[in-house]
């Protein structure tokens, strides 16, 4: 992000997550830091970031993707004109769910869905083969940038 400061707002909607709401701030910050990495990264304005439970953002998807199965994040993009940048939905469960399956943090887990709903609003695809691998890339690069900030933030599961 360009110049301005960006207004963040985190939403925990999910009854067991414990998430420092500064420590995702500081991320994002991060991330538009260093936006030049990043297709010149996420647009400025207003920022939503909204964890919920799987049946949740599966609502989200059936209401405005028209697919009402699970997902694991789903970003609205902004309005220039009112100074949204977008909103990033996260499925915690998914998050659970996959990084059981992989041993993987669940911080990593969640960061990397946080990072892929900021590349989707930096103008990332992942719908066709050669989008997904540029896609995949950028997720590395931002994960990379995260972890030696320290800036990966702190979630836990009560």
Do not use: Q
Request: net charge positive; glycine share 8%; proline share 4%.
């Amino acid at each position: 992000m360009k110049g301005a400061e960006r207004r963040l707002e985190v939403a925990n909607r999910h009854p067991r997550l414990r998430v420092d709401r500064k420590a995702v701030a500081a991320a994002v910050g991060l991330l538009d830091a260093n936006a030049r990495l990043f297709k010149g990264g996420c647009p400025s304005g207003s920022l939503s970031v909204a964890f919920l439970e799987g049946p949740a953002l599966a609502r989200l998807h059936a209401r405005f993707m028209g697919d009402p199965s699970a997902t694991d994040v789903i970003t609205f993009a902004g309005d220039a004109a009112n100074h949204l940048a977008g909103e990033i939905c996260v499925s915690v469960d998914a998050a659970a769910s996959h990084r059981r399956s992989t041993g993987s943090r669940l911080a990593d887990e969640i960061a990397l869905y946080l990072v892929h709903g900021w590349l989707h609003l930096a103008g990332y695809d992942d719908r066709n083969p050669a989008a997904k691998r540029a896609m995949r890339r950028a997720e590395a690069r931002a994960m990379r940038l995260l972890d030696r900030s320290a800036a990966v933030p702190r979630f836990k599961l009560a």
